[in-house]
């Protein structure tokens, strides 16, 4: 499974940080999104976006602050996190959804770490 994250990193509070993910064909599909999983905390869903870019979602804990988005041309989805909290540490993740309205494939994660 070939969904490559990058751009994690270490921040200060109310600092920014862009996330992007480079899929492969067959992973790079109509529902891509992104999850989170902070330590000893379960993995939660972040944002998700549809092939057309138009229909987003996002977590309660980051709307307003974080912007989903996607290139087509390139395989990519991005994470654009702006005004960080700590409480948003966590290793990010990746996914797709291959049509079967799970999100059955996911990438190696990239850490980001908000400091206080």
């Known amino acids: 499974v070939q969904l490559q994250a990058s751009g994690g990193g270490l921040v200060q509070a109310g600092g920014s940080l862009r996330l992007s993910c480079v899929a492969s064909?067959?992973?790079?599909?109509?529902?891509m999104g992104w999850f989170r999983q902070a330590p000893g905390n379960e993995r939660e869903f972040v944002a998700s976006?549809?092939?057309?870019?138009?229909?987003?979602t996002y977590a309660d804990s980051v709307k307003g602050r974080f912007t989903i988005s996607r290139d087509n041309t390139k395989n990519t989805v991005y994470l654009e996190m702006n005004n960080l909290k700590p409480e948003d540490t966590a290793v990010y993740y990746c996914?797709?959804?291959?049509?079967?309205?799970?999100?059955?494939?996911w990438g190696q994660g990239t850490l980001v770490t908000v400091s206080s």
């Open positions: 996914v797709s959804d291959p049509g079967t309205r799970m999100w059955e494939y």
């Open positions: 976006i549809r092939w057309n870019g138009v229909r987003k």
């Open positions: 064909e067959r992973t790079f599909n109509d529902y």
